[in-house]
């Protein structure tokens, strides 16, 4: 030995060196080991989780105060994290565990066993008229559908179709706050963060999607 020391070794380096699949492996472990003592010691704040559905991969969000967001596959994750950093905390960390209850409760709806879900939901990225108008949104029930006029009068904002609709666009917990449930009046689909594919799938799912767009 000539007592130089090289360049630090790269994750490649230790993989060739352990085995990728052990690394991989002991690196979860040690992930998880993080969130799980971070949330014992109160220290996580906002626990990452992902649960497969018929509508594609979901990713959920959730804090000491309940579900705080559901993101469908195709929303682009650094930038949900960075939103979920500034609005809501920075102290976040993937941690499947505390998303368990959230996951039972998709499962169930899902494959046909559950019609209504029983979370704490954290409200804080719902903003202004769209707070009202998801409260509402949340009262229409598995089956039924309604329409963005008929929400606007719940909410007593009759001429608010419009602002509804871009609210309704802004949901940040989707499914569980059944959005896809309201329609454009005469039945048509109408818009749907997730996309009108996923709203007819779930409109499907409850035996509520109108004769017309069948």
């Known amino acids: 030995?000539?007592?130089?020391?090289?360049?630090?070794?790269?994750?490649?380096?230790?993989?060739?060196?352990?085995?990728?699949?052990?690394?991989?492996?002991?690196?979860?472990?040690?992930?998880?080991?993080?969130?799980?003592?971070?949330?014992?010691?109160?220290?996580?704040?906002?626990?990452?989780?992902?649960?497969?559905?018929?509508?594609?991969?979901?990713?959920?969000?959730?804090?000491?105060?309940?579900?705080?967001?559901?993101?469908f596959e195709d929303e682009e994750r650094d930038d949900l994290l960075a939103r979920l950093s500034r609005q809501l905390s920075p102290r976040i960390l993937e941690h499947p565990k505390a998303t368990d209850?959230?996951?039972?409760?998709?499962?169930?709806?899902?494959?046909?066993?559950?019609?209504?879900?029983?979370?704490k939901l954290d409200r804080r990225l719902m903003r202004g008229i769209a707070r009202d108008v998801l409260a509402a949104t949340a009262k229409v029930p598995f089956g039924r559908t309604t329409t963005y006029g008929t929400l606007a009068e719940r909410i007593g904002r009759p001429r608010a179709s419009r602002a509804v609709g871009n609210a309704l666009g802004s949901n940040p917990i989707p499914i569980v706050v059944p959005c896809h449930r309201v329609l454009r009046a005469g039945g048509d689909v109408g818009g749907y963060a997730g996309g009108p594919s996923r709203k007819r799938r779930l409109l499907t799912l409850e035996g509520s999607l109108p004769p017309s767009l069948v």
Do not use: W
């Open 101 to 119: 209850e959230v996951r039972r409760q998709l499962d169930e709806y899902f494959s046909g066993e559950r019609t209504r879900f029983e979370l």
């Open 1 to 71: 030995m000539n007592g130089t020391i090289g360049a630090p070794m790269n994750a490649k380096d230790l993989k060739k060196l352990g085995g990728g699949r052990d690394v991989d492996r002991l690196a979860a472990l040690a992930a998880a080991a993080l969130a799980e003592t971070a949330a014992d010691r109160g220290l996580l704040d906002v626990a990452v989780g992902e649960v497969e559905s018929p509508v594609g991969e979901l990713l959920l969000a959730v804090t000491p105060r309940g579900l705080a967001y559901v993101a």
